[in-house]
């Protein structure tokens, strides 16, 4: 099925083109990308997200878990999903990476917000290859036949993109589960792992003190900035300042500069008070003589439990596996499944 939209019906042929493709691509193909964002703003709000990148206080197995093997769990997942390529190997890990956070006994906040996320993800990722992938948009010069075509871009756009199908969709979407896959694991290990946990795990590894560092500041900065979009948003609202301005509603353009102006008067206290608590970190750093010595002493040891030892092996022989499929898939053929 192919069908054109021509909103501009008096206009010239290469003209209507040449307009049609212009509004195409400032309006309509960021619509999509943008309501999906507004619609993820409106339903979790900062608190959800900050929520979601926020570590959980709960007595649950995996929270018992030493670091190094949560740390080592999620990173067997993210190579897992980066190396398969076969559906059924991607769905494995997927559902791999969502049962081990039922042990984690999440709020159901942060699971209605997980699963708002990745299902957001699988959305924007199919519809973006529905049209950029060239092995699924060239319908018009004749290197994708045979697809299912739901729409055909005017032709000032065919330099970028040709057409919309179903199976670029289809497999956008199957890609995306590498993505989800890798975004759960990793949020799994935050929201169970306190930050000087994560310390703790990368020590355990011999990462360099400067690298374990940069990293746990870097996550819990994430829901520092989004509680402090919050307290800014709400103090913003409190003087009668409105993001999305009501008072201009018949000129969109003027409204949406407005509600750009408006974003960003908001975000530069954000950023001031980022910059201004990093340098009150690196102060507080230099006076309790961060790398002032080669070897840092620990006031807590994690010491790893049977449980620990035990799992943590099983996680480098599922490594070792997938590497392995990669080498032995032409010899052994149920290894293409991780192929």
């Not at 997927?94 to 996320?117: D, M, Y």
């Not at 993001?243 to 008067?265: G, H, M, Q």
Request: charged letters at 15%; proline letters at 5%; a positive charge.
């Amino acid at each position: 099925m192919e069908f054109t939209i021509h909103p501009f019906i008096t206009l010239p042929g290469e003209l209507k083109s040449i307009v049609a493709g212009v509004f195409l691509l400032l309006i309509v193909l960021p619509l999509v990308p943008g309501t999906v964002s507004y619609l993820l703003f409106k339903i979790l709000g900062i608190s959800g997200f900050r929520r979601l990148f926020s570590y959980e206080a709960r007595d649950s197995p995996i929270h018992r878990l030493h670091p190094l093997t949560k740390l080592l769990t999620s990173s067997a997942i993210g190579v897992g999903v980066a190396l398969t390529d076969s559906f059924l190997g991607l769905l494995i890990f997927l559902l791999l990476s969502l049962i081990i956070r039922i042990p984690a006994n999440p709020s159901e906040r942060k699971v209605r917000g997980l699963a708002i996320l990745l299902i957001s993800n699988v959305l924007l990722i199919g519809r973006s290859q529905s049209f950029l992938n060239p092995a699924f948009s060239r319908v018009v010069t004749g290197t994708a036949r045979g697809l299912t075509v739901v729409y055909i871009f005017p032709k000032s756009l065919r330099w970028m993109t040709e057409g919309i199908t179903v199976e670029g969709f289809v497999y956008g979407a199957i890609q995306s589960i590498r993505v989800i896959s890798a975004l759960s694991a990793a949020l799994r290990f935050i929201s169970t792992t306190h930050p000087s946990e994560i310390v703790y795990g990368f020590k355990t590894l011999k990462f360099p003190i400067e690298v374990t560092f940069m990293i746990a500041v870097a996550i819990k900065s994430i829901p520092s900035i989004l509680e402090k979009t919050s307290v800014v948003i709400s103090a913003e609202r409190a003087r009668a300042m409105e993001i999305v301005p009501r008072s201009i509603s018949r000129n969109i353009f003027k409204k949406i500069a407005a509600t750009f102006k408006a974003l960003v008067d908001a975000l530069l206290p954000v950023i001031i008070e980022t910059l201004r608590e990093a340098r009150q970190m690196a102060l507080a750093a230099t006076i309790k003589g961060f790398r002032a010595y080669k070897q840092r002493t620990y006031y807590k040891e994690i010491e790893m439990s049977k449980t620990d030892i035990i799992l943590t092996l099983a996680v480098l022989a599922l490594f070792a596996f997938i590497i392995a499929a990669q080498f032995l898939a032409y010899k052994y053929p149920f290894l293409s499944l991780f192929q």
